[in-house]
């Protein structure tokens, strides 16, 4: 069974850097686009960035846009979020995400932007 399990978040201060792994169990990785979203108490879940199943397509929410970078290795069965430049908005639970036609869902790491 293919499982996401993200890892690589904490607490840091604003102006700060964080990188996000989402490891995925179990094959097929490569043929699947792949997405970060992240959810603040209180508010709904949104898109932080995509990228396409060979890694050259990336999109990104304005928000985050010039400050964290999306990429991965298909080798390594691996998507990375580099986050720069941190804000207290940016605090939330990071998911990664699998895209259709076969939905799958990490289990979310948590981000916290506070000096």
């Known amino acids: 069974q293919v499982r996401l399990v993200e890892s690589g978040g904490g607490l840091v201060q604003p102006g700060g850097s964080l990188r996000l792994s989402c490891a995925a169990s179990?094959?097929?990785?490569?043929?699947?686009?792949m997405g970060w979203y992240r959810q603040a108490p209180g508010k709904q879940r949104e898109l932080v960035a995509r990228?396409?199943?060979?890694?050259?397509?990336?999109y990104y929410a304005d928000s985050v846009k010039g400050r964290f970078t999306i990429s991965r290795d298909n080798a390594k069965n691996t998507v990375y979020l580099q986050m720069n430049g941190l804000k207290p908005e940016d605090t939330a639970v990071y998911y990664c995400?699998?895209?259709?036609?076969?939905?799958?869902w990490g289990q979310g790491t948590q981000v916290t932007v506070d000096s």
């Open positions: 995400r699998r895209d259709p036609p076969v939905v799958l």
């Open positions: 179990g094959s097929g990785f490569s043929l699947n686009a």
């Open positions: 990228i396409s199943s060979d890694g050259f397509t990336k």
